[in-house]
């Protein structure tokens, strides 16, 4: 039998909080300091090998559709392996789908961002339902009945998997269908219909159609698009009708997907479902975009937590692992494709926790945050994230390439951040928008990176960059949307690190995302950066 030796013990158990230094810092600086214990707790739960290995099994074992029963009624049902309820269960206890909405405090959406991206690093298809659950309740308030009936079973921390009527349950999950067959951006396009059903009480519609996408359809109810009036609308569809039957909702199938595996995402025909209108007719892409502005802010926070589990499974195996008669973590060139990737993690951290406290806040700049940033974010974020997670999988060599390292998960999971819920260009036109509609809105972003402007001038020469394109006619240029949004993106996460990060990490950011055109590959960081104090910073403590 062959000596196993060299090779890396597992980064188990794992400390996904207090061993992160950037996310603590993050959270006491958001004004989330006072979630701290609860966090810890919570990182040492997910950080157990036992939670590990559910999350392996979850994605090992995906769920299935049961459209019927035996004797050939429809069921719609989907089945899921114990791993997942389990992780489900996990995430609600600690509130992650509403705990903001049932208790709101200062920094309460930063501890929540801050549970989310510990959460995902561990399994992060239960993040779909649980980010859809938590944006829905801006746009449920909008109805105040269903506000008054549904939220108290939103709020709530049990997870009941059953599929009964919501008001068997004590707790509930909202999931959203906007996506057809024939467009998913362009959302204008939608055919499914609703018609008034006054008969079942005012507001009540009879909803037909169907959605090509709608995830984790085992939610207690959806918000769904559809035409009504003048256009599309809003509409709430539970899964059970009031009458108690099941609702008109027939799953056809499930996808089968690059990643995301362990959460169910269906097609779905509407077969005068029971719905009821959510604000008003023809007024449903704004009703329901306000949903979507906070599952975008997930979509940032979750790729930003998978990046960092990414980068800390990287610095670990380089930190064990001998070549050459030293430690993958000493040879040089290893060390500067690993700070590299240091960087990248902590500025999308900086930034998605910096943007979780603009949903705490009511003040302009705030706002700005929340409008202008958010698509800007979930853009940038989540079109570094696949890049990163494919180099610090092949830090690991052949290992990082085989299931039984979480990094080919990773690398399969943080594309849908980018696509769902509007893909890249989608965003960066958003932003462009925003910035047009929103009075202020770019002088409140240049009062902001002024500030590390006058830090660093490299920081000032993208700032001044900005400038001509917001004065000239490239603001309006949808051409240059991403070239832009990079480059705002940077210059917040530039800023941000200036003021709040060690001088190593900031100075490395600004000369290698800065200066030039920035990095074209990882392992491009130029010769006298602190390379040993970067990858310090970000190595994982048990
Ligand atoms: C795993 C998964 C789960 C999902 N879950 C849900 C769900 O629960 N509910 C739901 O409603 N949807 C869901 N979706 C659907 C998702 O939101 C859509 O796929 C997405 O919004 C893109 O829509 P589309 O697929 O129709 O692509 P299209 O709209 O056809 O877009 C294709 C490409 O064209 C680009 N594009 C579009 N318009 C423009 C333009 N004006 N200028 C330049 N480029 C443009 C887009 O950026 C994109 O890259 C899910 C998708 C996935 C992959």
Redesign the pocket.
């Known amino acids: 039998m062959h000596e196993v030796f060299n090779q890396p013990p597992p980064l188990e158990p794992y400390d996904p909080f207090t061993g992160d230094t950037v996310l603590t810092e993050a959270v006491a600086r958001e004004n989330a300091g006072w979630a701290a214990a609860e966090l810890a707790a919570f990182g040492a739960r997910l950080g157990d090998p036992e939670t590990i290995r559910l999350g392996f099994e979850a994605n090992r074992n995906p769920p299935a559709l049961r459209a019927f029963d035996r004797y050939g009624h429809r069921i719609d049902e989907v089945e899921f392996h114990p791993a997942w309820h389990r992780l489900m269960a996990i995430a609600m206890a600690a509130g992650l789908h509403s705990a903001p909405w049932a208790a709101p405090r200062r920094g309460a959406h930063v501890a929540r961002a801050a549970g989310c991206y510990m959460m995902v690093q561990v399994e992060s298809g239960t993040f779909?339902p649980i980010a859809?659950t938590y944006g829905a309740v801006p746009t449920l308030r909008r109805a105040e009945a269903l506000a008054t009936e549904w939220l108290p079973r939103i709020f709530a921390r049990d997870y009941d998997p059953r599929s009964r009527p919501a008001a068997d349950k004590s707790s509930a999950l909202i999931?959203?269908?906007?996506?057809e067959n024939q467009?998913?951006?362009?959302l204008r396009t939608n055919t499914s219909r609703a018609e008034p059903d006054p008969g079942a009480g005012p507001g009540a519609y009879r909803l037909r159609g169907h959605?090509?996408?709608?995830?984790?359809p085992m939610c207690d109810a959806f918000l769904v698009l559809a035409q009504a009036g003048p256009g599309p609308s809003c509409f709430f569809v539970p899964r059970f009708a009031p009458d108690g039957r099941r609702n008109g909702l027939q799953l056809q199938r499930l996808?089968d997907?690059l990643g995301?595996r362990s959460n169910a995402?269906s097609e779905v025909e509407f077969v005068d479902a029971h719905a009821e209108l959510v604000g008003e007719e023809g007024r449903g892409i704004p009703t329901i975009i306000e949903m979507s502005n906070y599952t975008r802010l997930d979509c940032a926070i979750g790729s930003a937590g998978l990046m960092r589990q990414a980068v800390a499974q990287a610095i670990h195996h380089a930190t064990h692992r001998v070549a050459f008669q030293k430690r993958l973590v000493d040879h040089g060139l290893m060390a500067n494709v690993l700070a590299d990737l240091a960087l990248e993690s902590e500025a999308a951290t900086v930034l998605a926790l910096r943007l979780a406290r603009a949903y705490d806040e009511t003040d302009d700049a705030s706002a700005v945050w929340r409008r202008v940033v958010t698509p800007a974010a979930k853009f940038w974020i989540c079109k570094r994230a696949p890049v990163l997670a494919a180099e610090a999988m092949e830090v690991l060599g052949g290992n990082g390439y085989v299931e039984e390292s979480v990094l080919p998960r990773i690398f399969r999971e943080l594309p849908?951040n980018s696509?769902?819920?509007?893909?890249?260009?989608?965003m960066c036109?958003d932003v462009l928008r925003a910035l047009d509609r929103m009075p202020g809105a770019a002088a409140l972003l240049r009062e902001e990176i002024g500030e590390g402007a006058r830090m660093d001038a490299r920081l000032a020469g993208v700032l001044a960059r900005l400038e001509r394109r917001l004065a000239g006619s490239a603001g309006h240029d949808?051409t240059q949307a991403r070239a832009f949004t990079r480059d705002l993106v940077l210059a917040l996460q530039a800023t941000l690190l200036l003021r709040h990060a060690p001088s190593a990490v900031a100075e490395a950011f600004c000369a290698a995302r800065l200066a030039g055109e920035g990095a074209q590959t990882f392992g491009v960081l130029p010769p006298g950066t602190a390379l040993r104090a970067i990858i310090e910073r970000a190595a994982p403590r048990a």
């Open positions: 779909c859809m999931g959203m269908a906007m996506t467009g998913g951006s362009d959605k090509w996408f709608m995830s984790a996808k997907k995301n995402s849908v696509i769902w819920e509007g893909s890249g260009n989608v036109l949808e």
